[in-house]
């Protein structure tokens, strides 16, 4: 079943769901907890989730307000996922024919730098596991992959 997530951030998922799918352009959500937390409350205990999004390879966050873009760092994104009990599986580069979904003109520079990269997470819902132990492992898997 395919469903777009609401635009207001309070609004709940309309079911629950084994597998998430996000292949947009999350870097143009400012409220990604909030995002996050819905997809938390919608997916099972061992469900899957597939993010296609950037990652900033930097110490902090690319925040450019004026171009509309939020790119969240390593330790950022091991917030994020850790807030919705998720756990990288596997992270790699998305593909061809994704990248065009993630291209943003706000992007470009940073990514010519090599300060963001697009990345395509594929995730599982883990509630037993320890929120420490679910942290190191994202923060493996996304330092691992980005060399940061």
């Not at 292949?23 to 205990?45: C, F, Q, S, T």
């Not at 979904?101 to 883990?126: F, I």
């Amino acid at each position: 079943m395919l469903h777009t997530v609401p635009a207001d951030p309070a609004a709940a998922l309309p079911g629950t769901y084994d597998l998430v799918v996000a292949l947009g352009r999350l870097a143009g959500v400012r409220r990604k907890r909030e995002l996050l937390a819905r997809i938390d409350a919608a997916l099972i205990d061992g469900g899957r989730g597939v993010v296609a999004d950037h990652v900033a390879t930097l110490r902090g966050d690319l925040d450019d307000r004026a171009g509309g873009v939020l790119v969240s760092s390593v330790d950022s994104w091991v917030e994020l996922l850790g807030s919705a009990r998720l756990v990288v599986d596997e992270v790699t580069d998305p593909p061809r024919l994704l990248r065009t979904r993630l291209d943003h003109a706000a992007l470009a520079e940073a990514q010519r730098r090599g300060w963001a990269r697009p990345v395509l997470l594929r995730l599982r819902k883990d509630v037993a596991m320890a929120a420490d132990q679910r942290n190191r492992v994202n923060h493996r898997a996304l330092t691992d992959w980005t060399g940061a």
